[in-house]
């Protein structure tokens, strides 16, 4: 029993993390265009808009080890 719950969080984790980071690279992709843009305003935007991607994405990745501290944690 305990074993189907840890994988089924396991599962839920895996899937935010690979829909996070598709949603991330979308963004990444509009706010390089806007980045390459001449309005400065624009570029301004796109660069903390890159750095609010790329902190997501640390988070994101930070899951990873809550993943394992379950999988350990349960003895799975």
Excluded: D, P
Excluded at 25 to 34: E, H, M, P, Q, S
């Amino acid at each position: 029993m305990v074993e189907n719950i840890v994988s089924m969080i396991t599962f839920i984790i895996r899937a935010v993390q690979i829909i996070v980071g598709a949603y991330a690279a979308l963004k990444l992709c509009i706010y390089a265009y806007g980045f390459m843009s001449k309005n400065q305003h624009k570029t301004e935007e796109a660069k903390g808009g890159m750095k609010n991607v790329i902190a997501g994405l640390f988070i994101v990745g930070g899951c990873e080890v809550i993943v394992k501290w379950i999988q350990q944690g349960t003895g799975f």
